[in-house]
């Protein structure tokens, strides 16, 4: 076993990095939900002065990149690395976005769980000595990924009551060598899971195996127990996808339900907003996290964080051609201070 | 600046990794290419049994990982990670293709600048002490990249003589924190360059200037002199970029002519295959130095080479909205010993 690695998947990052600063950009409806109050900056429209909703979307990157530099107080030539991706094909929001930010740039893709991947290698090669400072961002956006991945908008079409709500918006953290945390301090890296789920209107179902899986693995690796964390959250699940979750994780004798929530669930007013499920997107558990979760460490409300962004890994063609919905969920173990 | 890094963009691995095994499976074009005796096997037609361009290519993936694997006489619970990426939207190549593997997977987009994104990070990772063993692996296919990025081809279209064809195969390496090397010592990350290239039937030239600012910056961080190289191998610039990125470099007092080559230049024999410019796509990197280069490596025929794989960030709605292309290129450097 690797000297850094606690049981197979996970590893104990004995200097734990700490981060710096987070920003966070959200649309129109994210700026009426649940969280309104918590971000950066709310866009006044879905275009946001640009022509098309990629470069809106390239566009939240580009300003969430600026704003949590600004927040952490550096300049780009303090940032070793930025590592980034989206849900665009070819993941064009976060390599136009970044396109002039002259930092060596390493490109992701985990769809939803990018934020939670991005967060585990920056703070690996931070750990490592590899880079004093690292931007980790993802970004998605409502209209660019309904004409990507369904129906054109103008169709006006019905959504499924288990369909979720892409989340326009782009959160970012700075990870830093030095800090006085919130430290990072394990990292859990998921493994590819397909409990044959073929539903594309049902994300949530296709990816709380993987998430029940990473948290299980995290357990089991790390021997702590749920009450260890005062909030254990998933990334973008949904109402429906985060019950499986916690069911799967009960048939596996781990009741974390008092301690449970869903950034999906958490960004809109489920009852108000007609998001059906909840949402999602690679800019749900980006936003919520640098925008409200991160907040809530820094003022003392949660002292330890497992937070678990979850991806589908499918695409139009894939389902065109009849395959199941893969899963995949990474973690990392956030720390308000190593007392 | 990071413990770890000499200048600005590389980092040294003062423990350097080595490349325990590699493993390349291609297309009945590329195996009948320059290379052809270097691959561990060439699938007789595209479809190689599935019924779709796409599977074909997942298949690659699965058994370009099961082969890599049988090389290094390692077995799926030996490796910490997997690091992957394609060009396919939303990566769904590796993603199916490693579905079953049951190893933690990290996935990755840089388009053809894949390969060396891959081994850089697996590469920090197993120095850094957070892994043992990784595979780092990607793949491209010609008939599933030419019918996402450019027409159908049924429609026969003209190509353009900048044009590049991609190549058909997988290619893997396994990195391993003991072994006898060959080592990674430096990683040199690239930036995004744009210089307002939007050809997209000329994408060596869109790709060449990223090329040309990572070689440079290796240089420059490392003090190293491009003699100290027997090898300077770029990605898949193909024959035009290879010849841009060389008028860069010599434009900015870097000589590396007689020893400079091109996977895309390499792969295919141009005077007397179809394919215009050469090779291109994630696949050719990947098996050009799983396949050649890593063995010539081995026979002592080379002993330093720079690997720097180069990607064009853009996408077909991207060129539709009028944006140009921006590149990367990341760079490794490999020893076939530390003497």
Chains 1, 2 share one sequence.
């Not at 690695?5 to 104990?12: A, E, L, P, R």
């Not at 976005?97 to 769980?113: E, H, I, K, W």
């Not at 030095?178 to 890296?189: A, D, K």
């Not at 021997?223 to 005062?230: K, S």
Request: proline letters at 4%; aromatic letters at 8%.
């Amino acid at each position: 076993m690797a000297e850094k690695h606690i049981g197979k998947q996970t590893v104990f990052l004995k200097n734990p990095p700490s981060i710096k600063a987070t920003a966070s950009i959200v649309g129109p409806r994210e700026g009426k939900g649940n969280l309104k109050k918590c971000f950066d900056y709310i866009i006044p429209d879905e275009l946001w002065g640009e022509d098309s909703w990629e470069k809106a979307e390239s566009k939240l990157v580009r300003e969430t990149f600026a704003k949590v530099l600004q927040n952490a107080g550096l300049s780009n030539d303090k940032i070793d690395y930025v590592l980034a991706g989206d849900l665009l094909n070819q993941c064009i929001a976060a390599n136009y976005g970044l396109r002039d930010t002259n930092v060596p740039f390493l490109g992701l893709y985990g769809a939803c769980s990018t934020m939670a991947e991005s967060m585990s290698i920056g703070s690996m090669l931070v750990e490592g000595g590899f880079a004093d400072n690292v931007v980790c961002l993802t970004s998605s956006h409502y209209c660019s990924a309904e004409k990507q991945f369904r129906y054109p908008l103008e169709l006006g079409s019905q959504r499924a009551p288990t369909s979720q709500w892409t989340v326009t918006g782009s959160g970012a953290v700075v990870i830093s060598a030095q800090g006085s945390g919130p430290y990072i301090t394990h990292v859990t890296t998921g493994k590819i899971i397909d409990l044959g789920i073929s539903d594309v209107n049902n994300m949530g179902a296709a990816m709380a195996p993987a998430a029940a899986d990473t948290i299980l693995t995290h357990f089991a690796d790390t021997g702590l127990d749920p009450q260890y964390y005062d909030l254990i959250v998933t990334g973008d699940l949904g109402k429906v996808g985060k019950e499986i979750c916690a069911d799967i994780l009960k048939m596996n004798g781990l009741n974390i339900e008092d301690r449970y929530n869903d950034c999906g669930v958490m960004i809109f007013n489920l009852n108000e907003q007609d998001v059906h499920s909840g949402g999602s997107g690679c800019g749900c558990s980006a936003t919520v996290f640098a925008g409200h979760i991160y907040k809530e460490i820094m003022k003392g409300n949660l002292k330890r964080v497992l937070f678990v962004a979850t991806g589908a890994l499918m695409s139009p063609i894939s389902s065109q051609q009849k395959e199941t919905i893969p899963g995949i969920a990474h973690a990392v173990s956030i720390h308000r201070s190593l007392d």
